[in-house]
């Protein structure tokens, strides 16, 4: 019993031990909790606000936003309200920078009015343009106000400023707090600079910009106006290059300026959010094709030409795969792409610039100078670096206007070159031009010697077909007496009569030492014969053979052709006879007729002669394969055949071509009947005051 009780009295003392100790604990941490369980509340409900005493630039923003990310696209701004606010962080930079994220962004912050005049504001994002961007003010008392609501279906119209870049104006009173939540997502890059300005700082900064701008895009303008008229003055293709290059400069620049979208498409905000994708890209591509003109790199420099071709391809390559996929992506690959292209121009032109310094140097610097805006753009979206001492845009304009100078010197500059070598290239035309003619003075000597000798021939020719007359005179009468007595009807007599006769005015005319125009007729040397069908010159054409007798000459000479061949031959003489150029008129016909029994396998031939309006018609009609339309005027063409005629018959060609320049020399149209079926119908038209009419006894 006494060891029970002195176990019990001591776990008693253990017990009051361990109480007392545990007081102090339990103090301890009830006033820890109490410090801080109010913590998070109070962080919500006293965020630290921006005191505005005028404007605020984006640095002094970054210190005052706190942001959250919404990938899911659920947040609402009634999220931002209230004790049940969610939490958000403050901003990691100075100005609001997520990279490229398909997520939206809040940014929370809470300002207070500390002037005591200014009660107008403006909410100023930097940014032309965002697939969706939303601000909203909610007062102290949680009333929401909606300043700014835009999505890409949103038109320029819709903007409560009228202003290249999104403006929100908003109202606080002196001594007035607010908080503006603003949502955006962007397409592109998240990265978007802000400001609070007053309308008087507002109104300058955008005054400022518009002068830069206009006086850019007025010197751009400028430019692309001079290579206009240099591509109609001189006919260069390197300004046609150029001034598409500065044209799709100024395009980009403008979009990116929001000039484009105010102005020039300000109902198309679909197209106005892709706008940079084929802005930039015609950039890199013309930028290129420029390089590849400028600096003849297809001629001079084969691996940097492939090297250029292959980014023109990329890039359109790109833009196909990617526009519909994931533009997101392609307007990221864009942006470094551009410093790539701004790269591969610059090297091409240090690889000319090893040979042709002078030549490429002015293009060497201008690209020199766009490499630089190039690399802070690709810097600013790629890796969110900005430097502070001058912004991407500012420094665009800078190297656009050194770049523009730059080009126009340079092409200038290749035009001089081009200039003095077409000089230095006349002068020594020239010098050759000298040689050439001593050289041909000696051949003048040399050609009259070999005249004289060629004339000596001519003539010796001449005298040996002379003496071809005689033999076949005789042989003329020669054969009327053998064939006298067996063609009762003289058909054959008539044929050789006519061959031989035709035969005799050819000669006649290669003799003639001084021949009359076809028109005329031509000039016969006596041949001392009382009856040959000829008379000298000195004497009139009285018996030459009117138009009946050129016509039955021809049928007799050709008649024993056509009966080789199977094929009828028929004179129609349906029109009085009447005086004409006989040998002329000999000569179409017997092409004509030639041509006619040449190209028809079967069926017959027709002679015809016809009056009309205009005077008399010789008509030569045949069952051949027709000849009308574009293949006559093919026809007439010297030494052209038909297709169509090369398996049919030999020929070279000569045939109509010689009929259509003796018909010319005689002022004789020569046409072809197209409402044939089937032959061909080739027509001579002799006017009325070409002829004298006589009349003749019918043979």
């Known amino acids: 019993m006494v060891v029970r009780d002195q176990d019990t009295l001591l776990h008693r003392r253990d017990r009051s031990r361990q109480l007392r100790d545990a007081v102090p604990r339990r103090i301890w941490l009830l006033l820890i909790l109490l410090i801080t369980t109010p913590l998070a509340p109070s962080h919500a409900a006293m965020r630290e606000a921006l005191d505005l005493t005028g404007p605020a630039d984006a640095q002094t923003l970054g210190r005052y936003l706190e942001y959250t990310i919404d990938p899911a696209w ?46 107008d504001w403006r909410f100023f994002i930097h940014a032309n343009f965002t697939q969706q961007v939303a601000i909203y003010r909610v007062a102290s008392d949680g ?107 100024l395009i980009y620049i403008a979009h990116a300026d929001g000039t484009a979208f105010q102005y020039i498409w300000p109902d198309l905000p679909r197209f106005n959010s892709m706008a940079s994708i ?59 792409m551009i410093s790539l292209s ?103 000597e040399s050609y009259q010697r070999v005249s004289a000798s060629a004339r000596q021939r001519e003539e010796s020719v001449k005298d040996a077909v002379h003496d071809l007359r005689q033999p076949m005179h005789a042989l003329r009468l020669s054969l009327r007496q053998l064939l006298s007595p067996r063609a009762d009807d003289g058909g054959d007599i008539g044929q050789v009569e006519s061959a031989l006769g035709y035969m005799e005015r050819l000669v006649a005319d290669r003799l003639a030492d001084a021949p009359q125009s076809e028109e005329g007729g031509t000039s016969s040397p006596d041949d001392g014969s009382s009856d040959g069908p000829h008379r000298s010159s000195a004497e ?6 009117g138009l009946h007798g050129v016509l039955r000459g021809m049928a007799d000479m050709f008649a024993g052709e056509a009966s080789a061949k199977g094929l009828g031959l028929r004179l129609v003489l349906a ?53 009308s339309g574009a293949a006559f005027e093919h026809a007439l063409v010297r030494n052209q055949r038909l297709d169509r005629d090369r398996d049919m018959a030999e020929g070279s060609g000569l045939g109509l071509s010689v009929v259509k ?38 043979a």
């Open 74 to 119: 659920q947040l609402k701004v009634t999220d931002f309200i209230g004790p049940s606010a969610i939490a958000l962080q403050p901003l990691p930079g100075s100005i609001p920078d997520f990279g490229y994220t398909p997520a939206r962004i809040w940014l929370r912050l809470d300002v207070r009015n500390a002037t005591t005049a200014v009660s």
């Open 143 to 249: 009333v929401v106000t909606t300043l700014l609501d835009l999505h890409e279906d949103s038109p320029y119209s819709a903007r409560p400023v009228d202003s290249p870049q999104m403006v929100a104006p908003f109202e606080l009173a002196p001594g007035e707090s607010a908080a503006l939540v603003v949502m955006y997502y962007s397409q592109g890059a998240s990265r978007l600079s802000m400001s609070v300005e007053t309308p008087g700082s507002f109104n300058e900064q955008a005054q400022i910009a518009q002068a830069k701008s206009y006086g850019l895009y007025g010197m751009m303008l400028v430019m692309i106006a001079l290579a206009t008229v240099a591509i109609v003055v001189l006919r260069q293709w390197v300004f046609a290059a150029y001034s598409c290059y500065v044209g799709s400069v």
């Open 278 to 336: 084929p802005a930039g890209s015609a950039v890199m591509i013309f930028s290129c094709m420029f390089a590849i003109t400028f600096l003849q790199t297809a001629r001079q420099h084969r691996v940097m030409h492939w090297v250029l071709v292959s980014v023109i391809v990329s890039v359109l390559v790109v833009d196909v795969v990617l526009t519909l996929t994931d533009p997101q992506l392609l307007k990221r690959l864009l942006v470094v």
């Open 342 to 444: 701004v790269l591969a121009c610059l090297t091409a032109g240090l690889v000319a610039a090893r040979t042709r310094f002078r030549e490429v140097r002015f293009y060497v610097f201008a690209w020199c100078a766009g490499l630089i805006p190039a690399g802070l753009f690709t810097a600013r979206f790629a890796f969110g670096i900005e430097p502070s001492f001058i912004t991407a845009y500012d420094a665009v304009r800078l190297a656009v206007i050194f770049d523009a100078l730059m080009m126009g010197l340079a092409i200038f500059d290749r035009y001089n070159h081009l200039r003095q070598a077409a000089m230095e290239e006349t002068l020594a035309h020239a010098h050759r031009n000298l040689a050439l003619s001593q050289r041909l003075a000696l051949l003048e």
């Open 540 to 545: 009139d054409h009285s018996d030459e053979p």
């Open 575 to 627: 029109a009085p006879d009447a005086e004409v150029a006989a040998y002329p008129l000999m000569r179409v016909l017997a092409n004509l007729v030639s041509n006619a029994i040449k190209y028809t396998q079967q069926g017959r031939i027709v002679i015809a002669l016809r009056r009309d309006a205009a005077g008399y018609r010789v008509e030569v009609h045949d069952t051949g394969p027709g000849l």
């Open 661 to 698: 320049e003796i018909a010319d020399i005689n002022d004789w149209p020569v046409t072809s009947c197209p409402h044939r079926r089937t032959g061909a119908s080739i027509r001579i038209g002799i006017p009325a005051a070409a002829l004298q009419h006589r009349q003749r006894a019918s």
